[in-house]
C-alpha cells in the first residue's frame, strides 16, 4: 500500500500559524486527489479539504475556509497544509489520505484507501 506520513504538528496558540507535511511513498498512485481530515476526543473524523490529482480544484470545509490552505507537489507526491489563524477548536489528530482510482475530491472518510498516522495539533486559548 502506499504510505503517508504526516509531519509539522505542534502546540500553537491562538491566532498562530503551522504547516503540515504529507510525504507519499511505496506503490505509486500517480495523481489521485488527496484530502486532510482531523478528529479530535469524542468526535467524529473530520473532513477540512481535499485536492484533485491535478491540484486545479479544492475544496475547504466552511469551519476552516479562508485560514487553512492547501498545496500539493504532483511530482514528488507531497501535499502541505498551511494553518493560519487558528482557533482552540482546531485542537485535533490531523491526518492526510489518498483516494485510489480517482483524481476528483471526495468529502468521506470511507471515499479514501491510505491514511498516514496522524500528527497533534494542540491550540491553546
Known amino acids: 500500500q502506499v504510505q503517508l506520513v504526516e509531519s509539522g504538528g505542534g502546540l500553537v496558540q491562538a491566532g498562530g500559524s503551522l504547516r503540515l507535511s504529507c510525504a507519499a511513498s511505496?506503490?505509486?498512485?500517480?495523481?489521485?486527489?488527496m484530502g486532510w481530515f482531523r478528529q479530535a476526543p469524542g468526535k467524529e473524523r473530520e473532513f477540512i479539504v481535499g485536492?484533485?490529482?491535478?491540484?486545479?480544484?479544492?475544496y475547504y470545509a466552511d469551519s476552516v475556509k479562508g485560514r487553512f490552505t492547501i498545496s500539493r507537489d504532483i511530482a514528488k507526491n507531497t501535499v502541505s497544509l498551511q494553518m493560519d489563524s487558528l482557533k482552540p477548536d482546531d485542537t485535533a489528530v490531523y491526518y492526510c489520505?489518498?483516494?485510489?482510482?480517482?483524481?476528483?475530491?471526495?468529502?468521506?472518510?470511507?471515499?479514501?484507501?491510505?491514511w498516514g498516522q496522524g500528527t497533534q495539533v494542540t491550540v491553546s486559548s
Open positions: 511505496g506503490h505509486t498512485f500517480s495523481n489521485n486527489a
Open positions: 485536492i484533485s490529482g491535478t491540484a486545479n480544484t479544492r
Open positions: 489520505a489518498a483516494r485510489r482510482g480517482y483524481n476528483s475530491i471526495a468529502y468521506s472518510s470511507d471515499e479514501y484507501d491510505y
